[in-house]
């Protein structure tokens, strides 16, 4: 059974920090990854996807690299801002998995100005 | 336009009660998903569906029922409310052949007392 970790749980870092969002999972048979942001009130949004023959993928202030080997995932925020403040969810895909996505429990994030 | 919607956004009800949540995707996609984000933050998969195929989390109650009217549609029936059923449904929906691109509605609020 795939079981997804994150670390830390909370965060807050002031604006302009680079910041790390660590994720692991315990079946490294995994077709993707994929980091979502959760803002209160409101649904999931898919923020990078990186299949499981990939290393990394970037978006913006944006980096996700992946280690499906040592079954590790990290997304890497640039200097950040106060309107990254948000839940950030890691996921994995498994082909097995009836087509759910097995998702972490988060890290909040906090950006002060 | 919203892409994956739900109706009610908040509902509060008494134990015992049977309740339906709705929820429509304009995305012309064949899977639709059910999540349960419990108040520990924890997102799981309660259910996925296409007109070909249902698949259950084991886990999930049958007090719990998806019922599809047509493609666009996957709505959620709980008979039997429980005080533990209070958390954060969230639908999702994706195309065929990726079913790891789902795209999320902004969630259900459901509180029993």
């Known amino acids: 059974k795939q079981e997804v970790t994150q670390i830390p749980a909370a965060l807050s870092v002031p604006e302009g920090e680079n910041l790390v969002l660590n994720c692991s999972f315990t079946d490294s048979a995994i077709y993707n990854l994929q980091w979502f942001r959760q803002d209160p009130g409101k649904g999931l949004t898919s923020l990078l996807l990186?299949?499981?023959?990939?290393r990394e993928q970037t978006s913006g202030r944006l980096n996700a690299s992946l280690d499906k080997s040592s079954g590790r995932s990290t997304l890497y925020i640039a200097a950040s801002q106060p309107g990254d403040s948000a839940t950030y969810l890691c996921a994995v895909f498994n082909s097995n998995s009836g087509y759910a996505l097995n998702f972490g429990k988060g890290t909040s994030l906090l950006v002060t100005p | 336009d919203t892409a994956v919607s739900q109706t009610p956004k908040y509902l509060v009800t008494q134990m015992g009660n049977d309740k339906s949540i709705k929820c429509e995707q304009n995305?012309?996609?064949?899977?639709m998903y059910w999540y349960k984000q419990d108040s520990k933050k924890f997102l799981k998969i309660m259910f996925s569906y296409n007109n070909k195929e249902l698949i259950i989390n084991e886990t999930v109650p049958n007090r719990f029922s998806p019922k599809s009217p047509d493609k666009a549609h996957l709505n959620l029936h709980i008979n039997s409310l429980e005080l533990g059923d209070s958390a954060v449904y969230f639908c999702?929906?994706?195309?065929?052949?990726?079913?790891?691109?789902?795209?999320f509605g902004p969630g259900t609020r459901l509180l029993v007392l």
């Open positions: 990186i299949q499981s023959s990939q």
């Open positions: 999702a929906s994706s195309p065929s052949g990726t079913p790891e691109t789902q795209y």
């Open positions: 995305l012309g996609h064949d899977t």
